[in-house]
């Protein structure tokens, strides 16, 4: 089993930053291509950022496209999500996600999903 645990997340004004870390343990080999998806209150969970496994490919929801960067370091086994100008409308409960492919890829769909964290809260303030 693969075991992700996320942090970084609080409360911050509107335009301002935050880093969320997602780190992989137990049969971390088992854990390949990553992402990020988030659920607002009253809102189905949707689909933020993906990383491939090979960390070469990267794929963005529209609403996050330009402000949001996610990226990985394989040593440390971790994935990072960096959000810049956050707006109100960010807030949400964000989730690590992993899949169990062994082929790099991005994963967008949470139907391909294989590994959940257990979420951390990002609230922003207007």
């Known amino acids: 089993q693969v075991q992700l645990a996320e942090s970084g997340g609080g409360l911050v004004q509107a335009g301002g930053s935050l880093r969320l870390s997602c780190a992989a343990s137990?049969?971390?080999?088992?854990?390949?291509?990553m992402g990020w998806f988030r659920q607002a209150p009253g809102k189905e969970r949707e689909f933020v950022a993906g990383?491939?496994?090979?960390?070469?490919?990267?794929s963005y929801a529209d609403s996050v496209r330009g402000r949001f960067t996610i990226s990985r370091d394989s040593a440390k086994k971790t994935v990072y999500l960096q959000m810049n100008s956050l707006k109100p409308e960010d807030t949400a409960v964000y989730y690590c996600?992993?899949?169990?492919?062994?082929?790099?890829?991005?994963?967008?769909?949470?139907?391909?999903?294989?590994?959940w964290g257990q979420g951390t809260q990002v609230t922003v303030s207007s």
């Open positions: 996600a992993a899949d169990s492919s062994v082929w790099s890829r991005v994963v967008v769909s949470q139907r391909d999903i294989d590994y």
């Open positions: 137990g049969r971390t080999f088992s854990a390949g291509n």
């Open positions: 990383i491939s496994r090979s960390g070469d490919s990267t």
